[in-house]
């Protein structure tokens, strides 16, 4: 019991520190994102904190395998390299008896990861894409904003208004620039308003100056008016149907024969089955020497964590193009992983050296040849 108790109050003072520091830096990264996103026109600036919070939302399992994995690596390292292990050892605990407090400890996170694959995963998707897809089929006169230029809905005109009341049906200093099959043209106002004619809105220029260029550009009218009015449209009615796999459930997944539909659901359960194979690597790959720096161990931690997440990455859109199926992409490659990884636990608890047989087997065969 005190071995078991001390190895998870050590793996949980560990995964608390390794927990805020990769949820601060995911945050700060999400956030400059988001902001890129906003600046852009993709994101309403806003709800950048509520596409924030789902953005990281549909992340947080990964940093909950992350911040394990490193602690069971920090926590196990620490122990060799203070001789800790040793003296475990010595009182009968192997190497392998260390699962059992470690898995203890981790299963708790590894059910909330998979609920956060399974659910929050594309909950939070979908949430973020309603958000984007109400802010772009917003009309074109929500778009404008004083002193920025911009695109309306079809790419087809620019908009830009100086100044503009509380209301915001009224504008000062207004430029509109189209492009159409007729050519170009520009028309600046020294003011304008917002007016609706039964269905149809309209923007009303007082006092301005229209230039028009043909589609040829060899010829050029210029005109002065008192009022000038320009429809515009409205923000659409209903959001696109087509979501992209992200965003759907994982029982519609089950019902859905696509490729794109076994990537995806390969993909989700992949987290489940790589944050239950990272614990059994972290027992395998974690050693200590006195000699060596405490971050290197770590390092190689990362190393492993990183290229077994890009795999997994990678398969997914083996299994999207049909090169491979969803079974036997989980089969192979996380089959694999937990092989190994038993394996080299195996060889460490047994405290086995294949240099040592090696040498054993070239004996015994010298021996057989000399008889």
């Known amino acids: 019991m005190l071995f078991h108790s001390s190895i998870r109050k050590e793996l949980a003072r560990s995964f608390g520190a390794t927990l805020v520091v990769l949820f601060t830096i995911v945050v700060t990264i ?99 894409e309603d958000l984007r897809e109400r802010f772009t089929q917003r009309g074109d006169l929500q778009r404008v904003a004083p002193g920025q230029f911009q695109e309306d809905s079809q790419g087809q005109r620019v908009f830009f208004i100086d100044k503009d009341t509380g209301d915001g049906t009224e504008g000062r200093n207004v430029f509109i620039s189209s492009t159409g099959p007729q050519g170009e043209s520009t028309v600046s106002a020294r003011a304008a308003k917002l007016t609706r004619t039964g269905t149809e809105q309209y923007l009303q220029f007082i006092s301005g100056m229209r230039v028009e260029t043909s589609p040829d550009m060899l010829s050029l009218r210029v005109s002065e008016f008192e009022q000038y009015s320009v429809r515009v449209t409205e923000a659409g009615a209903t959001l696109s149907t087509s979501r992209a796999m992200k965003t759907r459930w994982t029982w519609d997944l089950l019902a859905q024969p696509s490729p794109q539909a076994h990537a995806e659901l390969a993909w989700r359960l992949g987290l489940v089955l790589c944050a239950l194979n990272l614990v059994l690597v972290a027992v395998a790959i974690s050693t200590g020497n006195p000699r060596a720096g405490r971050s290197g161990n770590v390092a190689f931690a990362m190393f492993t964590f990183l290229l077994y997440y890009n795999l997994l990455n990678m398969s997914e859109s083996w299994v999207s193009r049909g090169s491979i199926s969803a079974p036997a992409l989980v089969l192979a490659l996380h089959g694999s992983v937990f092989v190994m990884a038993s394996l080299w636990l195996a060889k460490r608890h047994e ?18 040849t000399a008889a």
Request: charged letters at 15%; hydrophobic letters at 55%; one cysteine or more.
């Open 30 to 128: 999400m956030l400059i994102r988001t902001l890129g996103l906003a600046t852009s026109g993709s994101v309403d600036p806003k709800e950048v904190v509520l596409v924030l919070g789902y953005t990281v939302l549909g992340r947080l399992h990964i940093i909950l395998t992350m911040a394990l994995f490193i602690a069971v690596v920090s926590v196990l390292s620490r122990m060799h390299r203070d001789s800790e292990m040793v003296i475990w050892m010595c009182s009968g605990r192997g190497l392998a008896g260390l699962l059992q407090p470690i898995l203890r400890f981790a299963w708790p996170l590894l059910a909330a990861s998979a609920v956060l694959v399974f659910l929050a995963w594309p909950w939070a998707n979908q949430q973020t």
């Open 351 to 368: 405290n086995v050296s294949f240099r040592s047989l090696w040498r054993a087997s070239m004996e015994r065969s010298k021996t057989g």
